[in-house]
């Protein structure tokens, strides 16, 4: 259960106990599903719905609206909250303002207001074709560890020189799910794929030489994998395919 949920359901507890009187657990519970900061409406019962609090997703947000995000997440409680795509710059003037903020160059993803970790469970691969694809990797193995999972990181492995991802095939074996990330012509998840039983997320990505346009060479190739098992996200979308393997580690049942 979520800390959202666990709070809430405490005080219903304490209702049915005699120990708190129903005015009480109103003034506890009073609180808008989201706030009107003019600029950005606040979800903060985003838990309550899908397990996860909201994330900032920082690109074309000035610091002082991301700041004021922060501030307003802060007043309800809010911890270990991800701050996607923004700069140094950005990440500095947060600093600034009095926010512990955990900041990671590489993907530019931020951790604000860092709390209590709880245990991260299962096990998701994030595996990359090269080095290159590594900022969306890093977006999305952080964005797996906020929620609570397991990550083990395997980078560089792609089929130029397959043998470096045969050699770790009993760490591949051992997944719950992989996010399989690669440009060029976005080959890796295929190869995965025909490798493994569980979930496939195939994430293309912007790296490669004029042909490959941007990702859109990649994303088709993944599109058309012929491998069972494999579903794509959007080009350079470590974030969304951090939060689907998440909730695939985290089904109940899975082994």
């Known amino acids: 259960m979520n ?42 019962h985003r838990t309550l719905r899908q397990g996860a609090g909201e994330v900032i997703y920082g690109a074309g947000k000035t610091p002082e609206q991301i700041a004021g995000i922060l501030a307003n997440m802060r007043e309800n409680g809010a911890s270990n909250v991800l701050v996607t795509r923004i700069s140094q710059e950005k990440a500095d003037y947060i600093a600034e303002q009095g926010f512990s903020l955990d900041y990671h160059p590489i993907p530019n993803v931020g951790i604000a207001l860092p709390g209590t970790e709880g245990k991260r ?26 929620l609570g999972n397991h990550v083990t990181r395997l980078y560089d492995v792609g089929v130029a020189g397959l043998h470096r991802l045969l ?11 992989i996010i399989a990330v690669a440009g060029m012509e976005g080959a ?68």
């Open 167 to 177: 050699a770790r095939m009993d760490v591949v074996s051992s997944a719950r799910v």
């Open 188 to 255: 890796l998840a295929s190869v995965i794929g025909g490798l493994v039983s569980c979930p496939v997320i195939a994430v293309p990505t912007s790296v490669g030489y004029g042909a490959n346009f941007g990702g859109l060479s990649a994303l088709l190739s993944m599109l058309n994998s012929c491998a069972g098992g494999v579903s794509v996200v959007n080009i350079d979308n470590g974030f969304g395919a951090g939060v689907i393997a998440s909730r695939i580690n985290q089904m109940e049942g899975i082994q």
């Open 3 to 44: 800390p959202e949920k666990e709070k809430i359901l405490a005080v219903l507890q304490q209702v049915e106990a005699g120990d708190l009187s129903s005015d009480e657990a109103l003034q506890k519970l009073h609180i808008a599903p989201f706030s009107d900061l003019d600029f950005a409406k606040v979800d903060h």
């Open 121 to 146: 469970v299962g096990n998701v691969i994030v595996a990359s074709a090269g080095t290159s694809d590594m900022a969306v990797c890093e977006e999305a193995a952080l964005t797996a560890e906020v």
